[in-house]
C-alpha cells in the first residue's frame, strides 16, 4: 500500500506536497526524503518490523519518516510532542525498540532503547508481515489505552481518489483523526499546511496566506476563535469546510459558526 502512495507522490513530483513555516515542499522532495530515509533508518539498526515511536508534530520530515517506517512494515508510534509527562506511560506501554525525535528545526535524533518480547498483538502483525499504527486514549477509567491497528488496512482505505483539497493539520500527530487527515490529503495529491502553534491567530494567518480550504479542529479550538473574533481580523474567503471532532459541539458554538 505504501507504494500507491510513493507511485501517487511521482505522478504529482512538482506540486506542493507539505508547507510548514511558510517553505513549501514538493511531493519529489517527499520521494526523495522516504527513500533516503529507507537507507538511514536501515544503518541505524532499524529493521523490518521494528517497533518505532516518532515524536513531534506534523511536518516535512515526520511525514518522510511516517512512510519510510511504513514501507519496512514497522510498528509506528506516533508521539505528540505535547504529550509532556505521559510520555514514560505511553513508552511502557508500547515498549518501542527506538525513538525517533524531531526537534523545532526537523531535525532528527535516533535513540535506541532497550529491547523488549514484543507485545502479542504485535507479534500478529509480525507474522502477517504488515506495517502498524499505535494510537493512545484515554478511557472512562481515566487510564491510557493504546489500540493497535493493521496501518496497511487504513491506508487501505484511501486508493479511492476524492476531492484534491489544500487543508490544516490542527488535529495533531499522534490522533487518529490527525493521521487521517494528513493520509486524505495526500491520497489526493493536495497540500498539508503544517501548524508550528495552535492559536487562532496562528492558525488564521495560515490559512490566508496559503489558501486553506479544510480546516480540522475541534469545538474548544472554534470556541475560542469565535470569542476574539478572529476571523475580523483575516481573509479565510479560500476556506470551504470546517470539520470538528474530538468533543462534543454545543449547539451554541454551531449556530454562531455558522
Not at 500500500?1 to 513530483?13: E, P, R
Not at 514514560?88 to 535516533?110: A, G, M, R, W
Not at 502498524?132 to 477509567?141: A, P
Request: overall charge neutral; aromatic content about 10%.
Amino acid at each position: 500500500m505504501v507504494d500507491y502512495f510513493l507511485n501517487l507522490f511521482k505522478q504529482y513530483a512538482k506540486q506542493s506536497a507539505v508547507i510548514w513555516k511558510d517553505k513549501e515542499y514538493s511531493y519529489q522532495w517527499l520521494v526523495d526524503q522516504i527513500d533516503g530515509f529507507g537507507k538511514k533508518l536501515t544503518n541505524q539498526g532499524i529493521e523490518k518490523n521494528s517497533v518505532v515511536a516518532i515524536e513531534g508534530d506534523f511536518s516535512p520530515t515526520s511525514i518522510a519518516l511516517f512512510f519510510a517506517l511504513a514501507k519496512l512494515n514497522c510498528i509506528l508510534v506516533p508521539l505528540s510532542r505535547y504529550i509532556g509527562p505521559k510520555k514514560p506511560e505511553f513508552l511502557e506501554i508500547s515498549k518501542p525498540e527506538f525513538i525517533l525525535e524531531l526537534d523545532s528545526n526537523d531535525e532528527v535524533t535516533t535513540t535506541k532503547l532497550q529491547k523488549f518480547d514484543k507485545h502479542p498483538l504485535f507479534k500478529k502483525l509480525v507474522d502477517i508481515d504488515k506495517p502498524g499504527l499505535v494510537v493512545f486514549s484515554s478511557g472512562t477509567d481515566g487510564k491510557t489505552k493504546a489500540a493497535v491497528h493493521n496501518l496497511e488496512l487504513i491506508l487501505d482505505k484511501f486508493q479511492v481518489r476524492r476531492h484534491q483539497i489544500r487543508l490544516l493539520t490542527f488535529l495533531l500527530f499522534d490522533h487518529l483523526g490527525g493521521i487521517n487527515t494528513m493520509l486524505y490529503a495526500l491520497s489526493n495529491a493536495g497540500a498539508i499546511v503544517a501548524v508550528t502553534e495552535r492559536t487562532p491567530d496562528e492558525v488564521f494567518r495560515l490559512i490566508e496566506k496559503h489558501k486553506v480550504e479544510l480546516l480540522p479542529c475541534s469545538p474548544t479550538f472554534l470556541n475560542l476563535c469565535l470569542l476574539g473574533e478572529v476571523y475580523n481580523r483575516y481573509d479565510f474567503s479560500s476556506l470551504q469546510m470546517i470539520s470538528y471532532g474530538t468533543e462534543p459541539m454545543l449547539e451554541s458554538t454551531l449556530k454562531k459558526a455558522n
